[in-house]
């Protein structure tokens, strides 16, 4: 009984088929689209309003103070003191369309589905008025113009995404960049801005390329001794009274007291037995001072073997920072000689004499910092070097020297070069020569290829 009453209710559901014809109505400009209009408050026209004629329908279009694309769609209900009213030119009729619609009429007698095509904005939405007040200005207003606002640049979008999403270096290189930049309001106004650049203009002359590496090249602070550019001959390029004061060169006479001892040969002796404090280059050289017959002039060549001897101990202190704090303090304690308290202070093997140590330290520590930074490093090298070419008579062989700098040839290169000299090769091994006038290196403009 229960699956006959079943099956009978499924038949029930079924509907018939019909077979219709379809007729597609295109949209033509001489004839308005229908007009659709729904009520959101619930009200039904045809429960209310059975009979013709109990309801009012009214298209306002083309109308004074109109646009020619506006409408207006008023419904009155008969017996009512209410009218719907819909406009396509305000509320949700006045947003981009983003869709089409069309409306489909079946007539079941002839069998035919009429499609008509509905524009996006004939759909009113049929809001209630209160009839005999204004319902809404009819007058078209035009959209106001939005306000000039300034626009994000790209630069800034992408700089804001970085500092938000990017990595650190990342981050700290878009701070960089645009620390870089000089923005609009540091300029000040137009009339300040003008003034500036006409004084700048005044007071700059324009320069060549050749001129201004000239400049450039002069105003270099040159981390090297003193000397003299106008110098004619190469003793005089470098200033030997300004390297070694005049009060150290009676404390540098230890070289010239082991050569007294005896001939040549026994000074040379003498000084390989003491190898472990007089560098390659003395020892190698001492023979030298018999060979000069000046009195004077030998004095004068043991005491810049003797400044090269510490020259080169004082450099080597750049490992021991802590001998080189008492260095500091012994100079502010003006502790001059190395007597029974300058031993405890340096050690019993240290052999700068008091006078040539203060020198050192105002020469290359007048920071008064207890670092041995490159540049006060490369100071001291430019020191040795000079006196190695006035020890050698400005023609030297650099291999000795490079022994006891503990370097090689190609990189004592640059220093020789900031200094002005020469270097060649000959069948020994390379000679570094000190021309004059003095030629420092220039600053040069890189070469750019042709395209």
């Not at 008023?74 to 009512?80: F, Y």
């Not at 309001?185 to 006409?198: F, I, K, M, P, R």
């Amino acid at each position: 009984m229960g699956e006959d009453s079943h099956a009978q209710t499924v038949r029930e559901r079924k509907r018939k088929k019909l077979k219709v014809e379809l007729d597609v109505a295109e949209a033509l400009d001489s004839y308005i689209a229908p007009c659709v209009g729904y009520f959101p408050s619930g009200f039904d026209p045809l429960r209310h309003n059975k009979n013709d004629g109990e309801l009012k329908i009214k298209a306002y279009r083309a109308v004074p103070n109109y646009k020619s694309w506006c409408m207006q769609v008023v419904v009155s209900p008969e017996g009512s003191n209410v009218d719907f009213v819909g406009t396509n030119y305000t509320g949700e009729a006045a947003v981009s369309q983003s869709c089409s619609y069309a409306l489909g009429v079946l007539d079941k007698e002839k069998q035919i589905l009429t499609v008509v095509p509905i524009a996006g904005d004939k759909v009113f939405r049929m809001e209630p008025r209160v009839r005999g007040l204004q319902y809404e200005d009819a007058v078209y207003e035009e959209p106001k113009e939005v306000e000039n606002t300034p626009q994000i640049k790209r630069s800034d979008k992408i700089r804001n995404l970085t500092l938000n999403f990017g990595t650190r270096q990342a981050k700290h290189s878009s701070m960089k960049r645009a620390a870089a930049f000089m923005k609009e309001e540091d300029l000040g106004t137009q009339e300040g801005l003008e003034a500036y650049v006409s004084e700048v203009g005044k007071s700059t002359s324009v320069m060549t390329k050749t001129e201004a590496l000239y400049q450039a090249t002069k105003q270099v602070v040159r981390n090297i001794p003193p000397y003299d550019t106008e110098a004619t001959t190469p003793d005089k390029a470098y200033l030997l009274d300004k390297i070694i004061s005049p009060n150290e060169w009676a404390e540098l006479s230890d070289v010239m007291e082991l050569v007294e001892v005896g001939s040549c040969g026994a000074s040379a002796l003498k000084f390989k037995m003491q190898n472990d404090y007089y560098p390659c280059f003395v020892r190698n050289r001492v023979g030298n001072i018999k060979k000069v017959h000046d009195i004077e002039e030998k004095k004068k060549l043991a005491c810049i073997f003797s400044y090269i001897t510490h020259l080169l101990e004082f450099l080597a202190l750049q490992t021991e920072n802590e001998l080189l704090r008492c260095l500091l303090k012994a100079q502010s304690q003006a502790i001059y000689d190395l007597g029974e308290e300058g031993k405890k202070i340096f050690g019993a093997g240290f052999r700068i004499p008091g006078i040539v140590l203060v020198n050192f330290l105002n020469t290359f520590f007048a920071d008064r910092k207890e670092k041995f930074t490159k540049e006060k490093n490369d100071m001291v090298i430019s020191y040795i070097l000079v006196l190695t070419l006035f020890a050698d008579g400005f023609t030297t062989d650099p291999s000795d020297i490079c022994k006891d700098l503990k370097m090689k040839l190609p990189t004592l290169r640059k220093s020789y070069l900031e200094l002005g000299c020469k270097l060649s090769t000959a069948k020994t091994g390379s000679i570094v020569t000190l021309p004059a006038p003095l030629k420092f290196p220039t600053l040069t403009t890189p070469y750019r290829r042709r395209k």
